[in-house]
């Protein structure tokens, strides 16, 4: 590939957002200052600007910019059409590796987050497949009663079990997994992480765009959870609203993980969300305003189960 001029990088960048701009720019513009950094690779340059014009915030701009230059490099030229998804061009190191956390099914399923141990064994028992108990407290003796009874709730019913945060208790309890954060994957230790994975409960994480499944893809978890995808009133988020094809994107480059898609997602936007290649989907609210639980719970199924 010849030396780019800044025309070239210009043009560059424009046929990066016109290919892109579709399905990649974000749903709500978010509200983060664009980011330059000083370089003289133009396809770095070029695919910085475009990234930043799409809307990514500026940690997610820069692991496009590095992929895309890293992916210019490995195919020797440079197509707009190609959005970067190769793994070994986010720097993401191959599989199968030895620190990984157990496995999970590639399909979780319909998968609901819930708030306490009544609502997590009720789905559980109404037929879903995956749930977590997000129990917020700071009172440990009541962490560990609320984590002790989902567990011995849903025994029996089938339903792999993540808790939340609070990894400790979900170890003593037998717990299938753990469900970690961004903010509780920088405040765990090694120590902690190790003891997950010693103990053989599998681990999922959150993220909300490149940057963060970059942070969560090096410590090899079970799976990784992606959004939100939707606006949700549920939670504070700090990224706007993914979308689906941003989505899509993101599945790609996750291919080696099971992979869950989170927020905002009802049934008129279940097909939509499938088609990303997610094999599973987190459900809060859509489930817990159901009147009839379990023929919701059926319908959902039968829906991701299809697809």
């Not at 620190?99 to 609901?112: E, M």
């Not at 994957?185 to 490149?210: E, K, M």
């Not at 009133?233 to 700090?238: F, Q, R």
């Amino acid at each position: 590939m010849s030396t780019p001029t800044h025309n070239d990088t210009d043009q560059m960048a424009r046929a990066i957002v016109d290919a892109h701009r579709h399905t990649l720019a974000l749903p709500v513009e978010p509200h983060a200052e664009p980011v330059s950094v000083q370089t003289g690779d133009a396809v770095f340059t070029a695919a910085l600007s475009a990234a930043q014009a799409l809307g990514f915030v500026p940690d997610d701009a820069l692991c496009v910019a590095r992929a895309w230059s890293n992916q210019v490099q490995r195919t020797g030229h440079f197509d707009p059409m190609q959005w970067p998804d190769e793994p070994a061009d986010f720097g993401m190191a191959p599989f199968p590796r030895a620190d990984a956390f157990a496995a999970c099914p590639t399909a979780l399923g319909l998968y609901a987050v819930m708030p306490d141990a009544q609502w997590t064994i009720r789905m559980a028992r109404a037929g879903v497949p995956t749930v977590q108990l997000r129990f917020k407290s700071s009172d440990v003796a009541a962490i560990r009663a609320e984590v002790r009874a989902t567990v011995d709730g849903v025994r029996g019913t089938g339903a792999r079990l993540f808790i939340n945060d609070h990894w400790q208790q979900a170890i003593d309890a037998g717990a299938y997994g753990v469900h970690l954060g961004q903010e509780d994957l920088q405040a765990i230790t090694p120590a902690g992480l190790d003891a997950i994975r010693n103990a053989g409960l599998r681990l999922g994480l959150s993220t909300h765009g490149y940057a963060e499944m970059l942070i969560a893809d090096r410590h090899s978890p079970s799976y990784i959870a992606m959004g939100a995808v939707f606006p949700t009133t549920l939670k504070l988020m700090a990224t706007a609203a993914q979308g689906t094809g941003r989505l899509a994107a993101y599945a790609r480059l996750l291919r080696g993980y099971p992979r869950v898609a989170i927020g905002g997602i009802d049934l008129q936007r279940l097909p939509a969300v499938l088609a990303s290649g997610v094999g599973s989907v987190g459900v809060v609210r859509a489930l817990m305003a159901e009147s009839d639980l379990h023929a919701a719970v059926a319908t959902w199924n039968a829906a991701i189960n299809g697809a």
